[in-house]
């Protein structure tokens, strides 16, 4: 499996050269902890409606997300 790089800008894990979420190429090696958003019951909601995590870190798509990003 590739390392997954964390983006600075949006904390969203990826293993490509840029950020597929915010199209941001300023990618950290360097992040601690993960955190699954999972996409919510009805098509296209909003998770950080269903979640305590996803609302704290204003995540707004599901994904992978870094916890830390140094
Ligand atoms: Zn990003």
Do not use: F, Q
Not at 30 to 40: A, H
């Amino acid at each position: 499996m590739a390392k997954m790089r964390a983006c600075r800008a949006c904390h969203y894990l990826t293993t490509e050269n840029m950020c597929p979420n915010c199209k941001s190429t300023n990618l950290s090696t360097s992040y601690t902890g993960i955190v699954v958003v999972l996409p919510g019951r009805k098509k296209g909601e909003d998770p950080r409606k269903g979640s305590y995590v996803a609302s704290r870190l204003n995540i707004e798509k599901p994904g992978k997300y870094a916890l830390k990003v140094r």
